[in-house]
């Protein structure tokens, strides 16, 4: 089983970058793609970024200019940079993980998901 717990949303101006963090636990974690999701009420899961063992980067092609993707293998922890928050950023986020095997980019292959943490972005 694998856990994961993300933290860093909250309020935040637009045009503040701001960063949010996931911390992943129970297997070793090498082996895992974490992804981050993003969901509005009303609207299905949404891809953002995923990031292998190896540290490879995958990026939805709508939000490659805003958000960066990272990972510290030796942390345990998978982190995304926003930059430059707009008000349609709003949303609830998700980090979540799977076996280190594509496809990432759907939501339906991860396996396993955090609880999600609301930002909101507001002047």
């Known amino acids: 089983q694998v856990q994961l717990v993300e933290s860093g949303g909250g309020w935040m101006q637009p045009g503040a970058s701001h960063r949010l963090s996931c911390a992943v636990s129970?297997?070793?974690?090498?082996?895992?793609?974490v992804g981050w999701f993003r969901q509005v009420p009303g609207k299905e899961r949404e891809f953002i970024a995923a990031?292998?063992?190896?540290?490879?980067?995958y990026y939805s092609d709508s939000m490659l200019d805003r958000f960066t993707i990272s990972r510290v293998n030796a942390k345990n922890m998978v982190y995304l940079q926003l930059e430059s928050p707009k008000l349609e950023d709003t949303a609830v986020y998700y980090c979540?993980?799977?076996?280190?095997?594509?496809?990432?980019?759907?939501?339906?292959?991860?396996?396993?998901w955090g609880q999600g943490t609301q930002v909101t972005v507001s002047s």
């Open positions: 979540a993980a799977k076996a280190n095997a594509l496809p990432v980019r759907s939501a339906s292959s991860y396996d396993y």
């Open positions: 990031i292998s063992g190896a540290l490879t980067p």
């Open positions: 129970g297997r070793t974690f090498r082996d895992l793609i």
